[in-house]
């Protein structure tokens, strides 16, 4: 099958195919970010230096969001195919605002745990919710668009609040922390505006097809699908091997093991949203059309190689040359993270019947945050023992096992399902792809009219 016969669209005419709520999505990424990077990259510091609450403990509780999403995805993936995406991504949203209030006034540790109910539910909730919206009105090529570009907007909102926070949060003035929370709240009525606004008459919700075999999609027959298996220990593995590493194996290793200055690491994290903005608009133009699988193992490869990057810099610690590999590490990873992006939530949702998008976007999840919460432990206890080497070691070595996952998944999906169409046969028909297991077909979402969409960007720590 060749790969290069598949159009590549660009940009303009991505947008121009784009039904009016995918555009209304998309057009407002930037602003409902701005608020979340307000305070993510300052909520730790907030918690320690402001409120007095230990490290140990700050730790806890932001991992604490995590479990809290890793309970609720599973029946929030039930119910956004029950009762629709928009109802389940309304209460998510509104959960989100109430734990950025509740957070900006906590003092004590009970009621930042609080808070941190709500963020996490959110988190669990929306992402499948989300997932399952874009997947409604985006098919094929133009899906694995937009879930990069939604990336790249997200990181952009993500990085001007970063910017924006930093400037005005002072350690010394409680009350700036408290003004950035509450505009991390307030940035939440951006989605409720166009949910009950714009949006107000989508639903991203399907009927079971008459005739499909099996209960109608239980959790327990979803994962009977050797597939979903396959991609959702490769989407556990990625994470554990990316984003769980990032707010603990990379800061501890480029302080403890690279002895680099904070402001090294804070150049780095904007090195990365740099690039992500930079350059994903011309990673999707590369990879569309071509095998995901191949993709994410080129993905693998980046990662591994910025691994070894940063395990180089405990050669030289203290050093400039530690400093560069320290920036050098980000931006690799931000290159592997654009393959990323559009690929893994591509597959799932291009693998997934249109009734059950919730429930696959779920399982999808719940990988993502088991990788969230085994990720840093894993770091903190190799770190904290002076198994730096052994560190670098087993993630170059987990980067090569994603790279056999993804060989397995592409042995295992329709060519439809890894981003290629079949080619034409001699009389202008398409060649039919291998039939999937009864009840668990991999069917592609036909383009849905305007009232089959609506949701918010979704990021790794809330939306």
């Known amino acids: 099958m060749s790969e290069s016969s598949t159009p590549k669209p660009g940009v303009r005419q991505f947008w121009a ?24 990259p300052f909520t730790v510091i907030y918690l320690n230096e402001v409120r007095g609450i230990s490290l140990d403990l700050a730790g806890a509780l932001m991992a604490f969001i995590a479990v809290v999403a ?9 119910l956004t195919d029950r009762v629709g995406a928009r109802r389940m991504l309304l209460l998510a949203t509104a959960a989100q605002l109430v734990g950025c209030v509740v957070l900006a006034f906590a003092t004590t540790p009970l009621g930042v745990a609080l808070a941190f109910t709500f963020l996490g539910f959110n988190f669990g909730v929306s992402w499948p919710a989300f997932n399952a919206l874009v997947a409604a009105i985006t098919t094929g090529p133009a899906r694995q668009q937009y879930f990069g570009i939604n990336f ?64 109608g999609g239980s959790y327990l027959e979803i994962v009977r699908n050797p597939v979903v298996v396959w991609i959702t220990v490769l989407t556990f593995l990625g994470t554990f091997v990316g984003y769980g590493q990032m707010e603990a194996g990379f800061p501890a290793f480029a302080r403890k093991v690279s002895e680099v200055p904070t402001e090294v690491i804070g ?39 910025a ?59 719940g990988a993502f945050q088991g990788g969230t919460i085994l990720g840093p432990v894993v770091a903190g206890f190799m770190l ?26 592409e042995r295992r999906i329709t060519p439809f ?12 028909a398409a060649e039919a792809a291998p039939a999937p297991a009864p009840g668990l077909a991999a069917t ?6 305007p009232s089959s969409a609506g949701a918010m960007p979704q990021v790794p720590d809330h939306d």
């Open 384 to 409: 904290n023992h002076g198994w730096s080497t052994e560190f670098v070691v087993m993630l170059v070595v987990s980067c090569g096992l994603m790279v056999l996952l993804a060989r397995a998944v």
């Open 152 to 215: 790249a907007l997200v990181n952009l909102g993500i990085g001007l609040g970063g910017i924006i926070g930093g400037l005005y949060a002072d350690v010394h003035h409680p009350s700036t922390f408290t003004v950035i929370f509450l505009a991390d709240a307030a940035s939440m009525l951006v989605p409720i505006a166009l949910l009950l606004g714009p949006l107000r008459h989508v639903h991203g919700r399907a009927e079971k097809p008459e005739g499909t075999q099996g209960s």
């Open 417 to 428: 399902v890894n981003g290629v169409q079949p080619p034409l046969t001699a009389t202008g």
């Open 17 to 40: 195919d784009l039904p009016v709520p995918g555009r209304w999505l998309l057009s407002t990424v930037a602003i409902q970010t701005l608020g979340r990077g307000l305070t993510l």
């Open 267 to 305: 150049f780095a994290f904007a090195l990365n949203t740099a690039v992500i903005v930079g350059l994903q608009f011309a990673v999707l133009h590369r990879i569309s059309g071509r095998r995901r699988t191949r993709v994410l193992t080129v993905m693998a490869g980046l990662w591994a190689l």
């Open 70 to 78: 890793l309970v609720v995805t599973g029946p929030g993936g039930a």
């Open 444 to 449: 592609p979402s036909s383009v849905a009219q």
């Open 307 to 365: 691994w070894v990057v940063l395990g180089s810099t405990g050669f030289a610690p203290g050093t400039a040359l530690a400093a560069a590999g320290v920036l050098a590490f980000h931006a690799f990873f931000a290159l592997g993270e654009t393959l990323l992006q559009p690929t893994i939530p591509a597959i799932t949702n291009d693998l997934a019947p249109d009734h059950l998008r919730g429930r696959y976007n779920a399982v999808s999840a």
